[in-house]
């Protein structure tokens, strides 16, 4: 592969290729024990590249993976647009499917069989009952018909046969359906008097028609499902949709075109910017037009007359359709050419797209950053169908210093309010395929950082005099910051609608804990310097990634650290020999196993039975005692040059990235020592300790290089930072990384109006929609003197602390509400305070994970404490409290209720 697989998207190859070969192998001992696989991949999962993945495995094997001997793959659709474009992608993406491996079934392919080891694609309307494929036996000059070439496949050579059906949900009719479709005819079996193929592999984002025919016609069927929120982590979907409507009031339809060209100006100078910042190729956002059915020339002029009068520099050359006809169609005085829908990405030139529905299925354009739609409300599902192509982010990841780039606008004029909240719900929750979790703002103001921190001074204090003297005869609650954490910095005089009133006195003798006592700082601890600067306070926090659930070799992920710590930025790499220091400590910990098995005296014994195998035989007489001597004859078997180049495929799996190539070549400096270097590596790799001792070395090399070079990284371009951070998450545990505030974002103006937010308007004022106890929790601290806060982004990880937490699955990430800045003892401290609801089925493992954190980070924050309404009253735990941790750590409670009873305090 080209492109480095998403965790997700390793774990569904992996899992893929497993079921083909386990059901290929039950094919073979067993016939009539035919199967089906199920990819149900919502939309912008990267299903081509999970499939092209999954194919290069099964041709031609991987580290993981033997493959599937003479495999053939016949790529079923309804579309041929949607199989060129697959056929181009998976071309682009692959690095061993050659464009002689990847062909179109057209007109002229008359074989008996399929050929093993390529990919075919067919559309199936070239099996109608006329086409010429369907003919065979002398019609139309043609000895086959295709009808033919796919049943003596399955009668000659069925092992390793797949058919795929793309978009599966399509074409397959209903359930027991009374005429069988062509995709159920090439699937044969059932009623169609076909043979059945062997293995059926489903491609969809709503699989469960296909899933319920494959059940029907008795196949084994076998399951897996991308997780929505998987892909949304990944980067390669946008994090919002700006819908943007006039309530249903009626308004000119060129006054919003007009508005969109503005719009898509906007990302154009934006991207520009962005793009020659970074290096990046240069991306050219495009303007989707959604016209009424049959609209005419008068209309569509219109239409293209407000766009060439108000984007400077575009022409009709500019501007395309896709319609159905296929053809020019006139735009009052202008001609406007058809373009094939999966042309349009590629085509740089193509800036508007004119459509009247939905685009075809499969459609793919990340470029289409703005979406003017001309239709009413009732079309809404050829609305959201375009929509859902759009979400794809241009660079295939999040833009991390212009977070307004990772939106989508779409403009919806004839539509109401109610209209627009069933977009926006269906969006946020996820629909038919469409990944969940998008923010939705129907109302979009425009966010920077906040002015008021933006100066060259500090932070400015609160109003009252926080390092004056305090009254010893104040009856003042301790439980505010726990019985062990005291500090100052709090208000002297608490709100009538705050149940509580801070503490500001040591309830301990000795030096206070948060002033000149605190514990070395951990290297990634906050940098009391930052302290004059809540930007570079709040970024200076340690934040984690979130690790794969399927983490892939640490041998691969240590060479592709190297690769990076080699590559030159601005001239200069961070280490020049990375690759020749990994590939040394690699290669020695394989001759140190070789020494150690050397001198224990059994190096000799296993090269002598890789290079020699001995065959055992004992001879016996069916039905009756034997007429032959007991016992066995044995004799030896010389490895021949075949045999080494099995076993050495299967040493590559063992130890990946050219290892055993490498190790052969350092012990073989002549050619004729090469069969006994192979050999002994061969030996070697037998051993399954050997990789694992390998493995851990990779791990614990990548871990340290990573410290090593964590502050050089985070001074890179954004870009090269993104690829260090794909090594951090092929981890198997969290690793230490930043994350930044951006410089500006689109907010929503719904909601309640707050000041201090680190994000505002250009009057510094930030507008969220709070739940009863997050508004409760934002109001107390700023009423006790919070300086700054952040509202911690639960979807772009890039932009928000992130506090690594198990569960039975494997690793997630904990994205607490909000972070606050307080002045203790006139320097700036930064606070964790998370509304966390106690009686949520994770709030136990996600409070073991705060806890953990806080741990392994002694000193970073002025407070941890997490918030909820217990039996009407606000209670807190504090995390900085080492009882609570300890009990948090030990708890086995299905929630969080008992800790609040039993180590709580009143908030």
């Not at 696989?37 to 495995?57: F, N, W």
């Not at 719904?750 to 929790?777: F, I, N, T």
């Not at 601290?781 to 890039?798: F, I, M, Q, S």
């Amino acid at each position: 592969m080209d492109y480095d697989l998403y965790d997700y998207q390793e774990q569904a190859k992996q899992v893929v290729v497993r079921a083909l070969m386990s059901m290929t192998r039950a094919y073979e001992a067993d016939p009539t024990d035919t199967g089906a696989v199920v990819l149900a991949a919502p939309t912008g999962a990267g299903k081509t590249v999970i499939a092209t993945a999954v194919i290069e495995a099964a041709l031609d094997g991987d580290p993981t993976t033997p493959g599937i001997d003479d495999s053939t793959f016949l790529w079923v659709t309804d579309d041929p647009s949607l199989n060129n474009q697959t056929l181009n992608k998976m071309f682009a993406a692959s690095s061993a499917l050659s464009i002689n491996r990847l062909r179109t079934i057209e007109n002229d392919f008359d074989q008996e069989t399929l050929d093993p080891g390529r990919v075919y694609f067919l559309n199936i309307q070239k099996l109608s009952a006329n086409a010429t494929l369907s003919k065979g036996g002398g019609a139309y000059g043609r000895q086959w018909s295709l009808w033919d070439t796919i049943s003596n496949t399955v009668k000659q050579r069925p092992y390793g046969f797949v058919v795929v059906v793309d978009e599966a949900h399509r074409g397959m009719g209903t359930a027991r359906t009374t005429r069988d479709t062509i995709v159920s005819q090439i699937i044969g079996g059932g009623t169609t008097n076909r043979p059945a193929v062997p293995v059926v592999w489903g491609i969809s984002a709503t699989p469960k028609r296909f899933r319920d025919q494959m059940n029907d016609r008795d196949r084994t069927v076998k399951s897996h499902t991308i997780p929505i929120e998987d892909v949304r982590s990944s980067g390669l979907l946008k994090d919002q949709i700006v819908l943007g409507h006039t309530r249903g009031v009626d308004a000119a339809e060129t006054t919003l075109v007009r508005h969109a060209v503005a719009k898509v100006l906007d990302y154009e100078a934006r991207w520009n910017a962005y793009c020659n910042r970074t290096g990046e190729p240069r991306v050219n956002p495009v303007l989707v037009v959604q016209v009424e059915d049959k609209p005419n020339s008068k209309s569509l002029g219109e239409v293209v007359d407000t766009i060439l009068s108000e984007w400077p520099g575009i022409t009709p050359v500019n501007i395309v359709h896709v319609f159905g006809n296929h053809s020019t169609v006139k735009a009052g005085g202008h001609d406007i050419r058809w373009c094939p829908p999966e042309d349009v990405q590629d085509r740089q030139s193509v800036r508007v797209v004119l459509c009247m529905t939905a685009i075809t299925t499969g459609w793919d354009c990340p470029r289409a950053e703005v979406l003017v739609s001309m239709r009413v409300a009732q079309d809404q599902g050829l609305i959201t169908q375009i929509m859902g192509r759009m979400v794809r982010t241009p660079l295939a990841r999040r833009v991390e210093s212009d977070v307004t780039l990772n939106a989508v606008h779409c403009i919806l004029p004839k539509f109401n309010e109610a209209a627009v909240d069933a977009i926006a719900v269906q969006f946020e929750q996820g629909d038919e395929g469409i990944a969940g979790g998008t923010e939705i703002i129907t109302d979009e103001v425009q966010l920077i950082r906040n002015p008021e921190f933006t100066g060259a001074g500090p932070v400015s204090k609160p109003p009252n005099d926080l390092d004056g003297p305090v009254d010893a005869s104040d009856d003042l609650d301790t439980s505010w910051f726990g019985p062990d954490k005291p500090t100052q910095g709090a208000p002297t005089t608490s709100p009538s609608h705050v149940p509580y009133r801070p503490d500001r006195r040591s309830s301990q003798t000795g030096p206070d804990l948060w002033e000149g006592s605190e514990p070395d700082p951990e290297p990634d601890a906050v940098d009391a310097s930052a302290s004059a600067n809540v930007f570079a306070l709040l970024e200076s926090l340690p934040s984690y990634t979130i690790p794969s659930r399927c983490p892939g070799s640490a041998i691969s992920r240590a060479f592709r650290l190297a690769a990076l710590l080699a590559q030159k930025y601005d001239g200069k790499a961070l280490e020049p020999a990375a690759r020749k220091l990994v590939l040394n400590a690699f290669l020695g910990e394989i001759d140190t196993f070789r020494a150690d098995l050397d001198a224990k005296g059994e190096l000799a014994d296993r090269v002598a039975k890789v290079a020699n195998t001995r065959l055992y035989e004992r001879s016996v007489t069916y039905g009756s005692p034997t007429m032959f001597p007991e016992g066995e004859t044995e004799s030896d078997l010389a490895l021949d040059d075949r045999g080494i180049r099995i076993l050495m495929a299967r040493a590559r799996r063992a130890l990946p990235e050219g290892l055993v190539d490498a190790y052969v070549e350092r012990m073989a400096p002549n050619d004729d020592d090469v069969t006994d270097a192979m050999i002994l590596a061969i030996a070697l790799a037998q051993d399954a300790a050997l990789p694992e001792k390998v493995e851990a070395r990779a791990a614990n090399l990548v871990t340290s290089w990573l410290q090593q070079y964590h502050s050089a990284i985070t001074r890179l371009p954004e870009t090269a930072r993104e690829d260090f951070d794909r090594v951090r998450r092929q981890s198997s545990r969290p690793e230490a990384t930043t994350f930044r505030i951006p410089p500006r974002a689109s907010g929503d103006a719904r909601g309640g109006l707050w000041d201090k937010h680190v994000l505002s308007d250009a009057d510094g004022k930030y507008r969220a929609d709070l739940r009863p106890l997050e508004r409760h929790v934002l109001l107390t601290e700023l009423d006790h003197g919070a300086v700054a806060w952040y509202r911690n982004p639960a979807n772009r990880a890039k932009n928000a602390l992130v506090i690594p937490w198990q569960k039975w699955d494997g690793w997630h990430g904990l994205y607490v509400d909000f972070l606050f800045v307080h002045y203790v003892g006139g320097q700036a401290r930064p606070s964790i305070i998370d509304p966390h609801g106690a009686f949520m089925a994770d709030a136990v493992g996600k409070l073991k994970g705060l806890a953990d954190y806080i741990g392994k980070h002694p000193g970073v924050y002025h407070r941890v404490q997490v918030v909820d309404l217990i039996n009407g009253k606000y209670r807190l735990l504090d995390l900085l409290d080492p009882a609570v941790r300890s009990a948090v750590a030990d708890s086995n409670a299905d929630d969080a209720g008992e800790l609040y009873a039993e180590l709580g305090h009143d908030y």
